[in-house]
Structure formats: C-alpha cells, structure tokens
T-cell receptor
Framework: SQQGEEDPQALSIQEGENATMNCSYKTSINNLQWYRQNSGRGLVHLILIRSNEREKHSGRLRVTLDTSKKSSSLLITASRAADTASYFCATDPGNTGKLIFGQGTTLQVKP | EAGVVQSPRYKIIEKKQPVAFWCNPISGHNTLYWYLQNLGQGPELLIRYENEEAVDDSQLPKDRFSAERLKGVDSTLKIQPAELGDSAVYLC????????????FGPGTRLTVL
C-alpha cells in the first residue's frame, strides 16, 4: 500500500527553471523524507523534515510541510540536467523505520 | 566508505526456478531492509532486520520468499519458485539503527522472470 501520492507524475522543464513536486499522505507522521532515484540506480536520501518544521533548505532544495493538509512540496531551484531523476516522498508513520513511499515524480531537465 | 553492495545487478530466470539476492550493508549499520520496486512505483518494504532478528516481515510473501541475515551483517533474499509477477527490482538498504535514521540504498537487483 502506498502512503504518499506525488503530483505531477511526470515533469519536463528546461535547465535553469525551477521544479516543484508535491506529495500528499494519509496518516499522521513524525517526519517526511524525500529521495532521488536516477535511472537504474538505488535511492539517495535528499532531505528529512520533521512534523514540527514547516520549511527546510538544503542547497538548491527547499521542502515545505503542511501537516494540516497532510502535504509536502519539494522545490528544486535553478535545475540542471543532472537533476533528471525520479523523486519520491516517504513517511514513517510509526517512527519504526518502515518507510512508505509514494509513486514518485519523474523529472526531466532538458539542457 | 563503501555503500550498500548488492549482487547480482541483473538476473534473468525461467518461471518456477529459484533465485537468490545478496546484500552487504554499510559497515556498522544494524538495520537492514529489503524492498520490492515495481516499474513506475515506489519501493515497498518486504522485511526489516535489527541485527539478525527480522522485526517486520509482515509484507513478505512467506509461501515463496525467505530471507536471512546471519551474524547480523550480510543478508540473502530468496524466491522459490519464482513467478512471472516477481519481475521487479529488489532493493536493499541499511541504516545505523531503526526509527527515523536515513536509509542508504544499494543499486538493486533487477529480476526478470520469463
């Protein structure tokens, strides 16, 4: 079962533009994480935001969390071709390490 | 520091054959996870180990899937017999401990069942 749903499922932009991906989830959470997966590779952890945080930054990444709406967004600013990948949000409702992933957003950044 | 190592990277087998996947987690990581990822989907947890103990195997189809983590380090995931619907990527991940720790993923094994 998937806890999160990402929107859009696919996104295509030009290099230099910003990319925004959204994630909605169903149950209460302690934290929400974003992962990136390049084609044919494993997932790489990008950022974790806790339920008492509203916004977090890491380099060109900005994540927001709205627990009242059970939603999160990932913003990648000044995108690069190397950002082409699938992006997944994941939650751990029980804080046990059992991550529940969304279906992901596939981002293509055209040079 | 080496990341999570998985082998093989690719495996093609006939249905009803057995298959095994191997995972070596990051040194010192007590928690190990096996995930199944179908095409176009996010990973789904199959089993989670704390050291050598399977603490969550509720999603593991135990009629054909089995896993072990001897000595709390390397782990093996087995399917016997494989079915066409088992074609997917099998990901291994590890973390220092459970809970909200960041999980570090291996490259995965892509299984094709013919």
């Amino acid at each position: 079962s998937q806890q999160g749903e990402e929107d859009p499922q696919a996104l295509s932009i030009q290099e230099g533009e910003n990319a925004t991906m959204n994630c909605s989830y169903k149950t209460s959470i302690n934290n929400l994480q974003w992962y990136r997966q390049n084609s044919g590779r494993g997932l790489v952890h990008l950022i974790l935001i806790r339920s008492n945080e509203r916004e977090k930054h890491s380099g060109r990444l900005r994540v927001t969390l709205d627990t009242s709406k059970k939603s999160s967004s990932l913003l990648i600013t000044a995108s690069r071709a190397a950002d082409t990948a699938s992006y997944f949000c994941a939650t751990d409702p029980g804080n046990t390490g059992k991550l529940i992933f969304g279906q992901g957003t596939t981002l293509q950044v055209k040079p | 520091e080496a990341g999570v190592v998985q082998s093989p990277r690719y495996k093609i087998i006939e249905k009803k054959q057995p298959v095994a996947f191997w995972c070596n987690p990051i040194s010192g990581h007590n928690t190990l996870y096996w995930y199944l990822q179908n095409l176009g989907q996010g990973p789904e947890l199959l089993i989670r180990y704390e050291n050598e103990e399977a603490v969550d195997d509720s999603q593991l189809p135990k009629d054909r899937f089995s896993a072990e983590r001897l000595k709390g380090v390397d782990s093996t995931l087995k399917i016997q017999p494989a079915e066409l619907g088992d074609s997917a990527v099998y990901l291994c991940a590890s973390s220092p401990s459970g809970g909200a720790d960041t999980q570090y993923f291996g490259p995965g094994t892509r299984l094709t069942v013919l």
